[in-house]
């Protein structure tokens, strides 16, 4: 399957190049052949070696070159630590989640949205761990995961037509929800409701309750879900964490607002303070 640029990245030039082949480069999840990346990348060879070569001597990539491979560069590690140090839920989160992690006795996950998806920031995992998608950094779907529908339930109206115009609905398993009018009906429950449940809708197997996390003006910050299997536990024994989530969720707001941390996705009204 071939890259697949949007408008905004064609207009944005030589830099909107190369972070769409640090994209692609980083999808693989391991070192990859030039000749795989050429693959699925829309640009002509010779572009393509060029924007490899420029991201390789600034550190963003880094080429084995015995096995003559593209892998993410410690440069751009550096980058994304610092972003996830300073721009991210997550070292606000740390020992609220470790909390809840040790409480609920199941794994844990914090996200936030992007793009209209979901991005794993931080995860923690009890004695008994579970193989499963989620890992801090991937991005995966809003429209069939607990925390991605949490969130979306609770964006303004504005956004949420943004966000919902962004999923694929892509079918996971027979539990998906496919199309716009059905994950709006669930939404409105779940805003009715205050929490969210993944009913195997993403991986079979794995169920969830998730949590909005919002600010004092209500806006949308981040999620945290509790999540197991259906081996172990059933939608009503998660149901039974909504207060350790709640609680959890507002020690984690009432500390983002402490370090006045800017809203995500949302234009902050003019005069308006920060949250």
């Keep these: 399957m071939r890259a697949q640029r949007s408008e905004q990245q064609v207009g944005d030039g030589t830099i909107g190049k190369a972070v769409t082949v640090l994209d692609l480069v980083a999808g693989f999840e391991r070192p990859v052949r030039f000749n795989e990346l050429r693959e699925r990348s829309d640009y002509p060879k010779a572009t393509l070696y060029r924007l490899l070569q420029t991201l390789t001597n600034q550190g963003l990539l880094a080429l084995d070159p015995e096995r003559q491979t593209y892998a993410p560069g410690l440069r751009l590690m550096r980058l994304a630590h610092a972003a996830w140090e300073q ?22 996950h914090l996200a936030q949205l992007d793009a209209g998806q979901v991005l794993y920031v931080d995860k923690r995992v009890p004695s008994r761990p579970v193989e499963m998608f989620s890992q801090a950094g991937k991005v995966g779907p809003a429209h069939c995961t607990g925390v991605g529908k949490a969130m979306l ?30 994950l709006r009906a669930e939404l409105a429950e779940i805003r009715a409701r205050g929490h969210a449940f993944d009913r195997e809708e993403h991986e079979p197997g794995i169920i969830c309750v998730a949590l909005p996390i919002l600010t004092a003006r209500g806006r949308v910050i981040g999620a945290l879900s509790v999540t197991s299997v259906t ?11 909504v207060p350790l989530l709640r609680e959890a969720a507002a020690h984690i707001s009432r500390d983002m607002e402490a370090w006045r941390f800017p809203d995500q996705g949302q234009a902050r009204d003019k005069g308006e303070k920060d949250v």
């Design 87 to 108: 721009s991210s839920l997550a070292p606000v989160a740390r020992p609220h989640l470790s909390r809840l992690a040790a409480r609920a006795a199941e794994t844990v």
């Design 153 to 182: 339930a609770f964006l303004d109206e504005a956004a949420l037509d943004r966000a919902v115009a962004l999923q694929s609905f892509y079918r996971f398993t027979p539990q998906t929800i496919t199309d716009a009018e059905t």
């Design 231 to 241: 081996a172990r536990k059933s939608l009503n024994d998660l149901e039974e964490m």
